[in-house]
């Protein structure tokens, strides 16, 4: 069978913010765009779709976005023939109604549960594993990762190239951040803000506020900003509010669409990032950056972010390793940050090369779109 001809269908539940919906969004357009294939894309709320694809008609069961078919997943399932792939995105539950579909057909599908990304060793051994079955269909597991022997990390074909001819346009930049009327000073470092409540915020804006070094902080819409209004002791904080407090900078930006958060990860010199999907585009800007994980039932995501560090802090000096991994535990417990952030500047050359060598080294893998298709190749 041609891939060409290949039908795939991509499930997705949006269970809290908008991780689920990038990342599937994210892997639709690139099997359609490098990879040729049909693909539908079911989702169940596409009013939090719409906000990372403002085209997005919230009212229609069924539209084509960039050469993808977008479907409503409604709670009303109306009969629908499965796909020769089927991929259920972190774990969501099929409509029982396609999975009797998928065991009626002539050809079972290949099914596989795409989940979480994590840096855990276990993952090596069971990614592409058989799951469960039902009836005839069985289920693999296909987990993304960051160490061969997993399904890599999505990235477009030509994403590195489009940010090295960005990040060495001058006017280019200018230009983006213009269109979002940011305009920093030219001595200022550019950070963007991208986070969960966190009660460790206001020991790091102290920091930056008290700097010799001037920071235009960039704060997209989403739940962090309670916090920075808070520290700026305003009431609320609106798309377009700037505000200064000594040395720092604080500007609020609107949620903006996928391509246009890469120029501005490609534009800062560092990018505070939360969930799966932006951590992963904050990793392919080459700049050094810091992950708010998705807290989970009894710290387990601890041992998550554990895994991360070991592998992204391995080419780093101890003091500079350690600098790293004394930021990113108290970001991710609500502790305070200051004196971390602090200790972190004193590696800030080390830190800028070791993200750009991370980010080249985990180009050597293949993406996860042409993982998935390769998978597929292997299993017919």
């Avoid at 009660?199 to 900003?225: C, F, K, M, N, Y």
Wanted: with cysteine.
């Amino acid at each position: 069978m041609s891939d060409r001809k290949t039908r795939w269908d991509i499930f997705c539940t949006v269970v809290d913010n908008y991780g689920d919906i990038g990342v599937t969004w994210r892997l639709a357009r690139q099997l359609v765009a490098e990879h040729g294939l049909a693909v539908r894309l079911w989702v169940d709320d596409l009013r939090a779709f719409e906000r990372i694809c403002p085209q997005i008609e919230v009212n229609l069961e069924q539209q084509s976005q960039q050469g993808v078919e977008v479907r409503h997943w409604s709670a009303e399932w109306a009969p629908t023939a499965a796909a020769d792939v089927v991929i259920a995105a972190f774990a969501c539950q099929l409509p029982s109604a396609y999975m009797d579909a998928m065991a009626e057909r002539a050809t079972p599908p290949l099914w596989m549960n795409l989940d979480y990304l994590s840096a855990e060793d276990w993952v090596v051994g069971c990614h592409g594993l058989p799951s469960v079955k039902y009836r005839s269909v069985q289920k693999f597991f296909f987990f993304p990762g960051f160490q061969p022997g997993t399904g890599g990390l999505l990235r477009e074909r030509d994403l590195l190239e489009r940010r090295r001819q960005f990040q060495q346009d001058g006017a280019a930049r200018r230009q983006f951040l213009h269109g979002l009327g940011v305009e920093p000073a030219a001595d200022a470092q550019l950070i963007s803000l991208f986070a969960y409540e966190n009660a460790g915020l206001a020991s790091w804006l102290d920091v930056l506020a008290a700097d010799s070094t001037p920071t235009h902080l960039l704060v997209p819409e989403g739940r962090i900003l309670g916090d920075v209004a808070r520290w700026l002791d305003v009431d609320t904080l609106e798309v377009g509010d700037l505000n200064v407090r000594q040395a720092l900078t604080v500007q609020v930006l609107p949620f903006v669409r996928q391509d246009q958060y890469d120029h501005l990860l490609w534009c800062c010199d560092f990018n505070a990032v939360r969930g799966e999907d932006s951590f992963v585009r904050a990793q392919w800007a080459g700049r050094p950056l810091l992950w708010h994980i998705y807290q989970q039932d009894e710290d387990i995501h601890l041992d998550k972010l554990d895994a991360f560090l070991a592998l992204y802090t391995k080419g780093l000096a101890p003091a500079a390793a350690e600098a790293m991994n004394g930021l990113w535990r108290a970001w991710s417990a609500g502790q305070p940050i200051g004196e971390h952030w602090l200790a972190a500047r004193k590696h800030w050359p080390q830190l800028q090369e070791n993200a750009e060598q991370w980010c080249l080294e985990q180009a050597l893998q293949a993406d996860l779109a042409t993982a998935l298709v390769q998978f597929y190749r292997n299993w017919i």
